[in-house]
């Protein structure tokens, strides 16, 4: 396989293209055009996350934002805030007469049902690790991928694909976000050999971004091109031909909850990325019949200011821009409430971060 090589794109022309796949504010966009996403997490003993995750995604600004999750945490989330559309479509063990011989596809059939009506899928905050629940998901994960839907994988959604990569083995419209627990058993899983944090820690500020780097292009190839963003210091993010590196600066608080901001923020830039390909506005762009599948090819849609891009390089942007409006809702957040700061804190900073970052596209009225 080619060797892969980071883009060299400097931040500001990162952003303007990000900006090129954010829908611009128009009359004649009707509700849910610009974003209908869906969080699949949340049980009885977590029901933070996936709040947060759909939060970030409506703040950011799509349409409708959905949480279809385990019966006994709906009441709960509907309770954090009526703008989210709660759905208690979740088996658990609890709520099945025989958790030990289920119909798995029948179980998710109320679930795979509304796939149709969505854009984007984030699956894994608050999931928790009970075995009907994750038999359901596996059984969405299928058939979401069926219909080239793409989705988000986090948390205990990274635990499913662990137990079977073939799930999304190949499967160029996902992202999986790992951490560096999380990161070390894929590659387990998929026998990627890893440095260890002693390891990496002897080499030095550029000897660990090196190594991460490698270390991530290696299990994304593995995995057959599958996008992965992995969290640390400096995010890495690889779909083992093309990598991006995500720097911007972040806080010193590592509270719990942060990379929830993350995936909201990726499942929301993922469903206006689907507007994008489908045309939904005038960009300005000129068509592009070729499908970028090198780093040359990436590079060439990156510092073309008027060739439309392709699936490949905007779901790169799409990863690099989720990954640096939670670094910038997290620096906001920490300057205004240091080590008291809260997941929460960050969910109140992501407009400010879009704006700041990416800025509202042209054409876009945001006046009436």
């Known amino acids: ?43 009885v003993d977590y029901t933070g996350a996936p709040y947060f995750s759909a939060m970030a995604s409506a703040r950011l600004g799509c349409d409708m934002s959905h949480v279809l999750c385990e019966r006994s945490a709906a009441p709960v989330i509907k309770g954090y805030s009526p703008n989210l559309m709660v759905h208690p479509l979740l088996p658990s063990s ?28 984030v699956i894994g905050p608050g999931l928790g690790r009970d075995g009907v629940t994750l038999k359901v998901v596996a059984e969405v994960i299928r058939e979401a991928r069926s219909k080239s839907i793409p989705f988000v994988l986090d948390a205990d959604g990274l635990l499913i694909v662990t137990q079977d990569p073939s ?25 990627v050999k890893v440095a260890s944090q002693a390891e990496i820690a002897e080499g030095g500020n550029g000897d660990t971004t090196s190594k991460a780097s490698d270390a991530c292009e290696q299990l994304s190839q593995a995995l057959g091109g599958v996008t992965i963003l992995q969290k640390g210091p400096q995010d890495v993010i690889s779909n083992g031909v093309t990598s991006l590196i995500s720097d911007g600066k972040g806080s010193l ?12 923020s990726l499942g929301t830039f993922l469903a206006w990325r689907a507007a994008y ?55 906001r957040a920490f300057a205004a409430k240091g080590r008291s700061m809260q997941a929460s804190d960050l969910t109140d900073e992501v407009h400010g971060a879009f704006l700041r970052l990416i800025g509202e596209p042209d054409g876009s009225k945001t006046h009436l």
């Open 253 to 264: 608080k590592r509270s719990g909850g942060q990379g929830d901001t993350l995936t909201g």
């Open 167 to 191: 799930l999304v083995k190949g499967y160029k419209e996902c992202i999986l976000t790992p951490n560096v627990v999380e990161f070390g058993r894929l590659a387990k899983a998929m026998g």
């Open 277 to 331: 390909h489908d045309k939904l506005w005038d960009s300005g762009e000129q068509d592009n019949e070729n499908e970028a599948q090198n780093k040359e090819e990436v590079q060439a849609e990156l510092d073309s200011e008027n060739k439309r891009m392709s699936p490949a390089t905007t779901l790169l942007l799409v990863a690099w821009a989720g990954s640096s409006i939670t670094r910038e809702c997290s620096r």
């Open 1 to 43: 396989m080619e060797s892969v090589h980071h883009v060299s794109v400097s931040s500001k022309v990162l952003f303007s293209k990000v900006r090129k796949i954010v829908p611009p504010m128009l009359e004649k966009f009707h509700k849910g055009q610009l974003g209908r996403v869906a969080v699949i997490g949340g049980c």
């Open 94 to 121: 609890d709520t099945v007469k025989d958790p030990n011989s289920i119909d798995a596809p029948s179980l998710a059939g109320p679930i795979i049902g509304m796939l149709s009506r969505l854009h984007a899928l």
